[in-house]
């Protein structure tokens, strides 16, 4: 096969997403703007951290008997991020083969980790991130961690500066018929008012091809095994 006709890139798209409340209030309150983002419960309660969840369909490779090797992963995003009356925040995205947990996810973060990493003894102890998963599910992942921007006085809408961004995933070829996405807007206090998420385009670049009959097999598998632990 041609190399041009086994290059793919796969992609899914974000949407942007704007929420607001009241600084006493323990949840977002006006979501009418949230665009499919979902309030993240903490032990039963709603919360402040949104997430949201889509899958890239590969069942069309899946039934040609083909592997995906990924290259690499990009993250496009919007021109800002808002946030009013908070300390900063964490926007997090992770491509799985395996489904994913978004109250998990925050857990893992709270405690600097996150899926594919080792958890905390804490949350294990507790039960909590029960699902932390094999690295080699976690295909890619990136975290933006963003900062009141304090040149700006005063800052009244919130204007937000990326200061440290950092990827993680293992890139591992995978043979499932579906890829699981999360995205979660993660704030590092409470008092906020509003935050606004911009627009995001995960873009995967890689090959498709069909691989060895006997390491195809084993790869699903391997696959199938792991979805069924989640």
Known sequence: MDESDRNRTLSIEIPSMTVAKLAGEPTWTTLTQANGWQVVEALGLPGTVMSWSGTIDLSGYARDYKTFYPAGGVIQQGPYVLETGGGGLVLYTVVSS??????NIQWQ????????????GVLSGAGLGSDQQNPTTIMFAESQLFVPNVNIQPNTFGVQQPLSRNQ???LEPTASDTLYVVSLYYPLEQGMTGAVIPAQRVILPGTMDQEPELEYMMRLSRSIELANQV
């Open 98 to 103: 395996t489904p994913l947990n978004p109250e």
């Open 109 to 120: 973060l709270a405690m600097n980790g996150g899926p594919g990493f080792l958890n905390s």
């Open 168 to 170: 993680s995933g293992s």
